[in-house]
C-alpha cells in the first residue's frame, strides 16, 4: 500500500471517529441553547436560530440546579481530599514500612477488589441507616473516604522512593509523620495529583450510590438529579440538554486541563495490575 | 521501620474505612441473602427470619430474575468484543506512522470517557428519539424507516450497547496505544526486510504483542460491563417489556424499591459468583495459551 493512499485512509478513518466521539456532544451544547421546542422540529435542527440562555436561566432559577451543583462539587471534594490523606497515608506504610502480617495484609486487601461494590450496598446502607447517616452527606462521604484502589496506586510509586533519603530524615531526629508531611508527600505529588482526579471524577460521575443513599432532594448530586429530572421533564429536551451540559462541562474541563496526570494515573493502574 | 505502631498508625485509617463500610457489608451481604430481610424487618428486626438457600431456590425459579441475567449477558457479550475491537482499531489508527494530528485525536476520542453516564445517556434518548431524534434523520437519508431505538424489545439493548462502546472505547484504547508504543521499531523493520506485509506484521507481531493487555483490559472491561445499571435507569427504565432489565436494575428495585435487601442480596452474590467465573474461566483460557 502506498503511503499517500494509506494516509488518506488512516486519517479519515480518524477523523470519522473522531465526528462520532464529539457529535452527541456538540450536539447536547446547541440543543441547550435552542429555545423550547426548537430541537422537535423536522428536520432537526443543528444549531440554534436564535441562541439564548432562557434553558440554563430555567434550571438554575426554578430548577434548583444550583443546589445540585453545590452538591456535587462538595461531595466530591471532600471524598477527594479525605480519601487522598488516607490512601497516602497507608500506600506510603505498606512500601516503605515494615512490620509483621504486612505482605499479607495487602494481599488481601488486593485481593478484595474482585467483588463487586453492591454486595456490600444493602448491608451498608441498613449500617448507615443505624449511624443516622442515610440521608445526609455523610452517607455518600464516609464508605468512600478510602479505597484499595489508591492504596494500591501510591504503593506502586512510593516503592521507588530511596530508603538512605528516610534513613538520613531519622537521623536528623524527624519524627515519623514530620517526614511523611515534609519529604514524602511532596516526593508522591505527581500520582497524588492523578488518584485526586481519578477521585474527583469518580465521585462527579457517580450514580447508583448516591441515588440509594440520597433520596431528599435538597441533596442530591447533578446525576440524580438529572435522572429524575429527565423523567419528569421527558418532553423537554432543551432544558435537558441544558441539564446536561451543567453536568459535563466541569469533568470534562478538569479533564482538559489535568489530561497528562489522568493519563498517567489510568496507566499506572492498568499496566502494572 | 523502628516502631511499628507507627506503622499501623498510618494504615489504620484506611483500614478501619475499609473494613467498616466495605468488608463488613461484604459479609453482612452473604449472611443477608440467606434471609427473608424485608420491609417488615426493616421496622422491627424481630420480624427478620433465617430461611437458607430459600431465595437462591426463588431467585434460579424465578423467569424474571432469568430475563435479567440473559439480557445482562447479551449486554456483556455483545458489548465486550465490540468495545475491545473498537478500541484496538483506534489504537492502531493512532499508532500508524501516517496518523496526523494525533494528540488532539487522542484527546477527542477519549473526551467521552470522562463524561458523566447519566448526562450522554439522557443524550442519547433524544438522538436516538424515533421522530426527531438525529440518528433516524441521518438514516433517512440513506433509505432507512424510522426505527423506534428504545420503544421496540428488539432494539433498546442494542441502543444500550451503542451508547456503552461509544462512551468506553477510548479507556482501553490509551491503554492498548501506550503497550503499542513499547514495542521497539526494529522488530517492525527485521520483518519488513524478511517480506513481511503490514498485515502480516500486525497478526504475527503486533497481536501477539499485545496479547496479554487485551487480555487484562477484556477482563476489566467485562467485569465492569457485568454492573450495567445506569443506562436501563435513565433510558428505559428496564424496558419496554423489561428487554432491558439488568441484574443490578433487578436488585436495584428489589431491595430500594421493594425493600427487599434479602432477595436483593442474593440477587448481588449470584452476580459476583457469575463474575467470578467468567473471570476465572477467562484467565485459565489465557494461561493455557501462553503455556501451549
Partial sequence: MNRPFASVIVNGLLIGLTFVSLFPLLWMLSVSFMAAGEASTLPPPLLPNAPTFANYRELFERGGMLRYFTNSLLLATSVTLISLVFNAMAGYAFAKMHFAGQQRLFKVLIGTVIIPGQVAMMPLFLLLKQMGLVNTYGGVIVPAMAGVFGIFLVRQYALSIPDELLEAARMDGAGEFRIFASIILPLLAPILASLAIFTFLGCWNDFMWPLIVLTDAKLQTLPVALASLSREHAQDSEMMMAGSVVTVLPVLVVFLGLQKFYIRGLLAGSVKG | MRVPGVAWAFIAPALLVIGIFFLLPVAAGFALSLTDFDIYALADLRNLRFVGLDNYLHLLGAPLFWQALGNTLYFVVVGVPLSLGLSLGAALLLHA???????????????????????????????????????????????????????????????????????????????????????????????????????????????????????????????????????????????????TVSVLYFMYEEGFKWWNLGTASTAAVLLFALMFAVTWTFMRMTKREGTA
Fill in chain 2, 97 to 243: 506512522r501516517v496518523a496526523r494530528f494525533t494528540p488532539f485525536f487522542r484527546t477527542a476520542l477519549f473526551a467521552p470517557v470522562v463524561t458523566t453516564l447519566v448526562a450522554v445517556a439522557v443524550v442519547w434518548r433524544y438522538l436516538f428519539q424515533t421522530r426527531y431524534g438525529m440518528v433516524n434523520y441521518a438514516l433517512g437519508h440513506i433509505g432507512i424507516e424510522p426505527l423506534d431505538w428504545l420503544g421496540d424489545p428488539r432494539l433498546a439493548m442494542p441502543t444500550i450497547i451503542l451508547l456503552a462502546v461509544w462512551k468506553n472505547f477510548g479507556y482501553n484504547m490509551v491503554i492498548i496505544l501506550a503497550n503499542l508504543q513499547t514495542i521497539p521499531e526494529e522488530v517492525y523493520e527485521a520483518a519488513r526486510i524478511d517480506g513481511a506485509s503490514s498485515f502480516q506484521q500486525l497478526v504475527h507481531i503486533t497481536l501477539p504483542i499485545l496479547w496479554p493487555t487485551l487480555m487484562l483490559v477484556g477482563i476489566l472491561t467485562t467485569a465492569g460491563y457485568f454492573q450495567l445499571f445506569a443506562e436501563p435507569y435513565v433510558m428505559t427504565q428496564g424496558g419496554p417489556l423489561r428487554s
